[in-house]
């Protein structure tokens, strides 16, 4: 009887390959899965299905993680406003770690006796694919044809043509890989340290003109309306913001970052709601929070953003953070409004129940009726002392050398 192997399936180059290889040269019995965290259409995902089983599949598998993916991913990084080196929203490395979780499930499952990915040894979603089902599924095989083989693209093709394989093998001048929270763009001008992408490699084209006003309305961190709209779950909020701030051609921006193994990459990334959500999530948190509410969260956040980067996500630290991120959010509910136009946005300001910047506490800059001119005099004698002191004493002791 055949050992059974889980592959996690794209419907691409390498994991075309990888079927054919796995099923004919190794005897396994493929049991393919895609896991769909926002990137691929119905009509998409049909096609790779009926690709997989043209192939030779014994099953093939489609998983709708994109509302499991919020719940378990997303959402955090936006309670943490987690850009990577202030500038990625993690739309890639998130994705691949909610993509092995549910990978690793199926394994389970199916009590396969080995899982394999597509995975070459040059980039970050080896270790990511790889830890987590060290974890999740120990003693389980891990195969990795590409990565093993070292192949080169025309190796894999020539081998897929001599199999009988039809399919478009002409590699696209620009890789894109879309999901729910971005889509990243590589190519020759991202290949080095200098360069932008043209305008036409952008999978999303700048449509609309003139500006338009756009409000988000948050409850307790979450994304829950836009212009009034509601949603029932805050990922088709993601989806429709995108609809509207893609087509101005905002969060278009080239990530440089560090691998897991040690190198540096650039890429480009598009992500309209993402960084619209961000920005509008920060400013409403530096109205209803305390100063070191924010400061604390700021530098846990920045934290579990690179720990998720590095695909950590199995750390129990990550749930400890996970309950800071969401207790912090109690008081974040209000109204954000943002100015959108071609290539940018701003935000205009916010209305919020919790809003801390309320004039019945005093105005910024102007005379106050909560406190006396004497009590700041006091209170800045005080607060000050103990520096006062530390001074005194080194001018003391500076004067008896």
Not at 322 to 340: K, R
Request: hydrophobic share 35%.
């Amino acid at each position: 009887m055949a050992k059974k192997v889980v592959l996690g399936f794209s419907g691409g180059l390498d994991t075309t390959f990888c079927v054919k290889y796995l099923g004919e040269d190794q005897g396994y019995e493929v049991h393919s899965i895609i896991v769909n965290t926002g990137g691929f259409s119905d009509e998409e995902l049909k096609k790779i299905e009926e690709h997989a089983y043209k192939l030779g599949v014994k099953t093939h598998t489609t998983v709708n993680a994109i509302q499991g993916y919020y719940d378990r991913i997303i959402k955090y990084l936006i309670y943490g406003n987690v850009l990577k080196n202030n500038t990625y929203p993690l739309s890639v490395s998130a994705e691949r770690l909610s993509q092995a979780l549910h990978i690793a499930e199926h394994v389970q499952k199916l009590k396969a006796d080995a899982v394999a990915h597509g995975s070459t040894g040059a980039g970050n979603d080896q270790v990511r694919f790889d830890m987590i089902f060290h974890i999740l599924i120990p003693g389980v095989e891990i195969i990795t044809p590409i990565r093993d083989l070292k192949l080169s693209r025309e190796a894999e093709i020539d081998y897929l043509k001599g199999k009988g394989v039809n399919m478009n093998f002409a590699k696209a001048v620009y890789s894109i890989n879309k999901g729910l929270w971005g889509t990243s763009v590589g190519g020759k001008e991202t290949l080095s340290s200098k360069g932008m992408l043209p305008e036409e490699a952008w999978p999303t084209q700048v449509t609309k003109t003139g500006s338009e006003e756009v409000k988000l309305s948050f409850e307790k961190g979450e994304l829950k309306k836009i212009n009034d709209k509601a949603f029932s779950h805050p990922t088709e909020a993601i989806q429709y913001l995108q609809t509207i701030a893609g087509a101005y051609g905002v969060g278009r921006d080239i990530h440089v970052g560090d691998t897991i193994i040690g190198i540096k990459g650039r890429v480009g990334f598009e992500a309209a709601a993402p960084m619209v959500i961000l920005k509008a999530h920060h400013a409403l948190e530096k109205h209803v929070l305390t100063k070191w509410q924010f400061n604390w969260k700021d530098q846990l956040a920045q934290f579990y953003g690179n720990w998720l980067h590095e695909g950590q996500i199995m750390d129990p630290v990550m749930r400890d953070i996970e309950a800071y991120l969401e207790n912090s959010q109690q008081h974040v509910t209000g109204d954000v409004f943002i100015h959108l136009q071609p290539y940018r946005f701003q935000v205009i300001g916010i209305e919020s129940s919790y809003d801390l910047m309320s004039s019945k506490f005093g105005k910024y800059g102007e005379m106050n009726s909560g406190w006396s001119g004497e009590d700041v005099r006091g209170f800045s004698k005080i607060f000050g002392n103990q520096t006062s002191i530390w001074n005194s004493v080194k001018e003391d002791n500076e004067k008896g050398k």
